[in-house]
């Protein structure tokens, strides 16, 4: 028998996407481009600690926004709503199983861009033209606007304005570009909220933190 993707090397591995055996060489160029792996293939979880391990930081002329300064301090303050994005996108991708790095990152970016616009007293709004990536836009913007009611209805705590929105999307977008591997099917970035968000029912008291890119 032959690799069924290259149809020269012998099968060795076991792909849980392509429910059969692939050789080494397929999987490692295959991933996250053709194959879409599922996030608990035992392969994609070593080479996406690899990666983790051998990552450098992002050079400053590809930094999203490069021009906008977070600081740590600004990011912590506002943890919960941060955490509530992050927990919005896992529960998203939950129903929605094609959800990818590009495509949260599209929403992520359109988001911010709406909110900077809205700082500036100007409504402009241009959701992401795929699908997914627009559906997910519409309820990262729903869950923004339910955490500020209910913030409007607690004595005591100060309103989160566009700008601050704004720059907490930046930060997530910097996240994403940091920890995703830029593969068309990549989920790393996704994988990477995951240990850090876990959804509600393995939800650990204290919210762990996340190093500001």
């Not at 069924?4 to 692939?22: H, L, T, W, Y």
Request: proline share 9%.
């Amino acid at each position: 028998m032959s690799c069924p993707i290259c149809e020269k090397r012998p099968p060795k591995r076991f792909c849980p996407a392509k429910g059969e055996k692939i050789c080494p060489i397929c999987c490692g160029r295959e991933r996250e481009v053709t194959i879409d792996c599922p996030s608990d293939c035992s392969h994609l979880v070593a080479a996406h600690r690899y990666e983790a391990e051998h990552r450098k930081p992002i050079p400053a002329a590809e930094l999203p926004y490069r021009d906008i300064q977070v600081p740590a301090d600004f990011v912590y303050e506002r943890w919960p709503v941060v955490t509530g994005l992050a927990t919005n996108i896992l529960g998203f991708q939950i129903q929605n199983r094609e959800l990818n790095d590009a495509a949260a990152c599209a929403a992520i970016e359109a988001l911010a861009e709406t909110c900077r616009t809205l700082g500036t007293g100007i409504y402009y709004e241009r959701p992401p033209d795929s699908p997914v990536a627009r559906a997910l836009y519409g309820q990262l913007a729903q869950f923004l606007q339910e955490f500020r009611k209910e913030e409007a209805g607690r004595a005591g705590f100060p309103t989160l304005k566009d700008a601050d929105v704004f720059h907490l999307l930046v930060f997530l977008l910097r996240v994403a570009r940091q920890e995703t591997n830029g593969r068309p099917r990549s989920r790393a970035f996704l994988d990477f909220l995951r240990t850090r968000f876990p959804l509600p029912a393995e939800a650990a008291k204290d919210a762990p933190r996340i190093i500001i890119p």
